[in-house]
């Protein structure tokens, strides 16, 4: 049986009777991790508001323009004082993470990659709240980015049906949907009298991603010439393979968190760093097998490591390395590039490692 990653966005309500002074719920009614990830094996698939790290007008062509509202009182039944203002995201996009080597994002409206990152997804914590509590926030809930973005999308649609961008045909574009099968992800939409199935895949060297094109209709299909950094193959009159170099643009680090370490650098604000960062995600603490080796015991524990013939020692500099550069050593048994290197502040690495100092056997 294939295992499928599948994420619910939505409201969840618990009703408790009003003269409940106190209601006891299991502990375990809901948990989910603030910072979701996939793998290059199992990609995770959200549907939900992604940022806008600063996408331009002309590739959004067809977007309907927000604006101001006046605020309303619902006791007066009518306009208060003040506006409420657009809130800066993407609601019509898809954000697709491959683990640390590769996220992207894809808008529903344009048909088009909007911008893509690596070592990192999204930090959720503006929408879904706190894992303690849930409660996305008021507003401004879109969620943050984490990670490098190393490329965007400018100016029109750079795909061409019998030499006409996409964003100029006369009638829009219509998304039609996705498929996924096993860590393949197709995007298919309707241009003109055509459909097009779009993939996106990481690339061999870092910064780097694969866009397959193919077409079924009418028309040929070709692709704007004169992009920095895209090389377009063409494999048939119906098919393109185009190849994007990007460069780091900007380094992302999720919704800031400033009590982190309230109460000193120790093993109790440690614990908060671990959680923050989603770290139980890939590393469980009771020595079950995830995507990562499990933390219980790791501290002074013998490593046997892929490509080095000796074990090592799980000591301070073992734990620091692994955290801030994942695929130095990787524990023989489990996959390179899973995990992101995680860009804390210097007591925040300090916090984390008295944490998993408290966790043995």
């Not at 926030?137 to 750079?158: D, E, I, N």
């Amino acid at each position: 049986m294939k295992r499928v990653t599948v994420f619910f966005i939505g409201i969840i309500s618990v009703l408790v009777p009003a003269f409940a002074d106190s209601v006891e719920l299991p502990s375990t009614v809901l948990t989910y991790s603030n910072r979701p990830l996939g793998s290059p094996d199992e990609p995770l698939l959200l549907r939900t508001f992604m940022p806008d790290p600063g996408i331009g007008a002309g590739v959004l062509s067809r977007h309907d323009r927000s604006a101001k509202s006046p605020k309303y009182n619902v006791k007066k039944g009518s306009d208060a004082s003040g506006e409420y203002k657009p809130i800066d995201g993407l609601p019509a996009a898809i954000g697709v993470n491959y683990g640390s080597v590769l996220s992207y994002c894809w808008d529903t409206v344009e048909c088009r990659l909007l911008y893509s990152w690596n070592n990192g997804f999204l930090d959720m914590q503006n929408y879904w709240g706190d894992t303690q509590r849930g409660s996305r926030r008021s507003y401004g809930y879109v969620p943050s980015l984490v990670g490098s973005l190393f490329y965007m999308a400018r100016g029109k649609h750079p795909l061409q049906i019998d030499g006409q961008s996409l964003s100029d045909l006369p009638e829009p574009v219509k998304f039609w949907g996705y498929t996924k099968s096993g860590k393949r992800i197709m995007l298919k939409y309707a241009a003109g009298d055509a459909e097009i199935v779009c993939e996106i895949s990481s690339g061999n060297v870092e910064h780097t991603l694969e866009i397959r094109y193919l077409m079924k209709g009418k028309g040929k299909l070709s692709y704007q010439v004169g992009l920095a950094g895209h090389n377009v193959k063409r494999e048939s009159e119906v098919e393109l393979l185009v190849t994007i170099q990007g460069t780091k643009i900007a380094q992302y680090d999720g919704s800031p968190n400033k009590n982190l370490l309230k109460g000193g650098v120790n093993a109790d604000s440690g614990k908060r760093v671990f959680a923050a960062m989603a770290c139980v995600t890939c590393h469980s603490l009771d020595g079950s097998k995830s995507h990562g080796p499990s933390l219980l015991g790791v501290y002074g524990s013998q490593r046997k490591i892929k490509g080095i013939e000796n074990p090592v020692d799980a000591d301070d500099a073992y734990i620091l390395e692994s955290i801030r550069n994942p695929n130095a050593k990787v524990v023989h048994g489990f996959p390179e590039n899973y995990m992101p290197p995680y860009q804390l502040k210097k007591d925040e690495y300090t916090a984390l490692l008295l944490y998993i100092k408290t966790l043995k056997k």
